[in-house]
């Protein structure tokens, strides 16, 4: 069974500062996913990481994929206010349809 | 673009009452599916489809049903409400696995079973 783990499950950071948050599965994968979710809206695609050394990299955010370590990362840099939200990874399973998500973390960027 | 359509966005039920969850997409998509998000629990799988005319069920299926009416079109079923179904409800639409793309999401069906 795959299993999806993100941690921290909560960040309260500063503006300015930078902070890392990580993704780990269980099992073989080869498409990751990361995903943005402001408070009572939907999920907005950041990310989709293909291969072993993907990296992807939008304004402040960058995303990288280690499938040898089964670890993705999602970097923020000099953090901003807007970029406060909740962030999910999702993990595609190759036998089927299904994405399998980690439980989110939830990023306060304090002015 | 309209995206990914569910309706509707907010609904309370009481126990045993049932309801359907609409969800459009009008991209011409081939998959969709149908999520769960509970608090600190991340998303859930209820029900996918991979293409028209097939649905299968994910990780948490129970007391759920779905139709997949048409390539635009899938909605689910609640026949009997219970309070642990008590959820955010969201459908998604993507292309298929084959292609590079992500997973669309409508706005969300906020439910209540009292």
């Known amino acids: 069974e795959l299993k999806v783990e993100q941690n921290p499950l909560f960040l309260s950071m500063q503006e300015g500062k930078n902070y890392t948050i990580y993704c780990n599965y269980s099992?073989?994968?080869?498409?990751l996913y990361w995903y943005r979710q402001d408070p009572g809206k939907s999920l907005e695609s950041l990310f989709v990481?293909?291969?072993n050394g993907a990296v992807k990299q939008e304004g402040r955010l960058m995303a990288s994929l280690d499938t040898k370590a089964r670890l993705s990362t999602l970097h923020i840099t000099a953090a901003v206010h807007d970029l406060s939200a909740t962030y999910f990874c999702?993990?595609?399973?190759?036998?089927?349809?299904?994405?399998?998500w980690g439980a989110g973390t939830k990023l306060i960027i304090k002015p | 673009n309209a995206g990914v359509t569910q309706t509707p966005k907010f609904q309370v039920l009481k126990t045993g009452q049932s309801m359907t969850l609409q969800c459009a997409q009008d991209?011409?998509?081939?998959?969709m599916y149908w999520y769960r998000q509970d608090p600190g629990m991340g998303l859930r799988l209820i029900y996918y489809?991979?293409?028209?005319?097939?649905?299968d069920k994910g990780e948490v299926p129970n007391g759920y049903n779905v139709s997949r009416l048409n390539k635009r079109e899938f909605s689910l079923r609640l026949e009997s409400a219970a309070p642990s179904q008590t959820s955010v409800y969201f459908c998604?639409?993507?292309?298929?696995?084959?292609?590079?793309?992500?997973?669309?999401f409508g706005q969300g069906t906020r439910l209540t079973v009292v």
């Open positions: 998604a639409s993507m292309q298929d696995r084959r292609t590079v793309t992500e997973a669309f």
């Open positions: 991209m011409n998509h081939n998959s």
């Open positions: 489809s991979a293409s028209e005319g097939t649905t």
């Open positions: 099992t073989t994968s080869d498409r």
């Open positions: 990481l293909l291969s």
């Open positions: 999702a993990v595609d399973m190759k036998s089927n349809y299904q994405l399998i």
